[in-house]
């Protein structure tokens, strides 16, 4: 055989015989499931980092709503998905930290089941009044028959419960599908108090449109000064804090996490998100996937006791 067609040959069948090389990944449009409604807390940092992680990965970032059970129906979809990158779903700490205590026979495992990519940041729970109709201050919380939350076993649904416990009083809790439609009860004065993640009624809080009778922080928050803690009232086993992170199903590839993890790191360094947060009254946090994945955990151990106390069924 002639050598010119001999190496050719020899060619052909290593190209043959070469396994097809990987892709680089994203190829496409890459889905962050929310596990409440449009225009809560969740969903509203869902939107602030997709344009950025968009333009980091250069796909587009798509926020899908999954709403119910808790935040656990959201959940479970994200764990029964490929670990291939494209689903992630924008965590938080009531379908995986609160869910273990409040639903039974959670669908998921919230440590085995889930790489937790990266934090992106914390937010007070506010216990709120609608102005006319509402408590005055969190001493009159005993006044009232109802609360709204953003869901059944969201963590403002948790926050009322064990208001219920320190203050020793008895009231209805009223379940919404997320922080929006609860938003417009409260202002409505159908519900006279609202309690939830602080992030989306910031606004109608300096309006004037809801009355923040207290967040649930050791500290006053910088973005509501004028609104007292539940420590300074005398409740200081209310306090409470929501954290935003991003997580995959279990098993996603380390390019795939380690590529994810710098483009939020950076969007969270973002001086605009930083800011951004801030308005919502979130305090933006850099934290490793590990030391992420270890929140996780620790949120389920530190949630335990007060949640087996109220004893919540979503």
Do not use: C
């Not at 997709?50 to 994200?78: C, F, H, R």
């Amino acid at each position: 055989m002639n050598p010119s067609h001999l190496s050719l040959v020899v060619a052909t069948l290593a190209l043959m015989g070469a396994p097809a090389a990987q892709a680089a990944w994203p190829e496409k449009p890459i889905r962050i499931v929310v596990t409440f409604g449009a225009g809560g807390a969740s969903d509203i940092v869902a939107r602030a980092i997709s344009e950025p992680l968009a333009k980091a990965l250069g796909q587009p970032v798509i926020v899908d709503n999954k709403p119910g059970a808790g935040g656990t129906l959201g959940g479970t979809e994200v764990v029964r998905s490929a670990p291939d990158g494209y689903t992630l779903m924008l965590s938080n700490s009531t379908p995986l930290s609160i869910g273990p205590w409040t639903v039974p026979k959670l669908p998921y495992d919230p440590v085995k089941q889930f790489t937790h990519i990266a934090m992106l940041g914390v937010a007070p729970v506010a216990i709120m009044a609608n102005p006319k109709s509402g408590p005055a201050s969190l001493k009159d919380l005993p006044k009232v028959q109802s609360f709204g939350s953003g869901g059944p076993g969201s963590i403002g649904h948790i926050v009322g419960e064990m208001a219920k416990g320190a203050m020793k009083f008895q009231m209805t809790h009223v379940p919404y599908r997320g922080g929006a439609p609860m938003t417009t009860d409260l202002i409505a004065g159908t519900i006279p108090v609202g309690i939830d993640v602080v992030t989306a009624f910031v606004p109608m809080i300096k309006t004037g449109q809801i009355k923040a009778l207290a967040v649930t922080t050791r500290s006053r928050t910088a973005l509501l000064p004028e609104v007292p803690t539940v420590v300074e009232l005398g409740y200081p086993q209310l306090v409470a804090e929501n954290y935003f992170g991003v997580s995959g199903p279990a098993g996603l590839p380390k390019d795939v996490t380690d590529r994810l993890g710098k483009a939020l790191a950076d969007i969270v360094a973002d001086p605009a998100i930083v800011k951004r947060f801030e308005e919502l009254g979130i305090t933006a946090v850099k934290m490793s996937a590990a030391d992420f994945a270890h929140l996780v955990e620790k949120q389920i151990n530190d949630w335990a006791p007060a949640l087996k106390a109220a004893d919540i069924k979503p």
